[in-house]
């Protein structure tokens, strides 16, 4: 990648459709709806050229819109069910933005509005490194994780066992925490994926990492963002 300042488009998937937690995207979220989080952190990240929801849901369109984020299209159908893959949807935003601006952007962040409690310095942290990296990809993890006897574990038989059996001190270990994914441009559209056999850690401490996918996620987020009152919006 070049000295320049990098073309930075940050994607928000937010569909209509929740199984598990119904609407999850616009449920109220400590005053404001859970997808407005996300949108907040793509407007403050002084690192992201443009950004974009995008729904198939006209009322998702509607709300985003509201926080001040472009929603230039509802999705076509053939990226429209539950079981579309967000590389497509990133891929269908890429190409229509790139037609809409006239350039190519040299990363891709995908953002999903599931992670409320992300801070816009973690966008800013995770283009700064990519940029400067030899690698393509950059993903957001929690941790470490470190304990002198095994956290995890098994259950056999009826019993709680160790999981790993291996004696002596253990290398901390990290877990995806959804909160961002980072790609070069050049790579996403060669690779169709976001995520590489090298990857770049960002590291999130677990305050910062609820990923919303159940009721008690919701109530552990809402927890967290009323502790770091991070609900304070100027809308755009």
């Not at 950059?138 to 941790?143: F, L, M, N, P, T």
């Not at 305050?207 to 809308?235: G, P, Q, R, W």
Request: charge should be neutral; glycine fraction near 4%.
């Amino acid at each position: 990648m070049s000295d320049s300042i990098p073309r930075v488009l940050a994607v928000i998937p937010a569909r209509g459709g929740s199984k598990r937690l119904p609407r999850k995207n616009i449920r109220m979220l400590a005053g404001h709806p859970m997808l407005a989080y996300t949108i907040q952190a793509a407007q403050q990240a002084t690192t992201v050229t443009d950004f974009l929801v995008s729904t198939e849901d006209k009322e998702i369109q509607r709300v985003a819109k509201e926080y001040g984020a472009p929603t230039p299209f509802l999705r076509p159908a053939e990226i429209a069910g539950d079981a579309v893959r967000n590389i497509d949807v990133m891929l269908h935003a890429l190409d229509f933005m790139e037609k809409e601006r006239g350039w190519q952007y040299d990363i891709i962040l995908l953002m999903q509005p599931t992670s409320p409690v992300r801070d816009p310095n973690h966008l800013d942290e995770a283009v700064r490194l990519l940029a400067t990296s030899e690698l393509d990809t950059i993903a957001s993890v929690k941790g470490p994780f470190k304990k002198r006897d095994p956290i995890l574990k098994a259950i056999r038989d009826g019993e709680l066992v160790t999981y790993c059996s291996e004696a002596g001190e253990r290398e901390p270990f990290y877990v995806y925490n959804a909160a961002l994914y980072g790609m070069k441009r050049d790579y996403f559209v060669s690779a169709r994926k976001h995520v590489s056999e090298r990857q770049i850690p960002l590291v999130m401490d677990q305050l910062h990492s609820v990923d919303v996918d159940t009721a008690e996620d919701f109530m552990v987020a809402e927890a967290y963002i009323n502790h770091l009152k991070k609900n304070d919006f100027t809308v755009k």
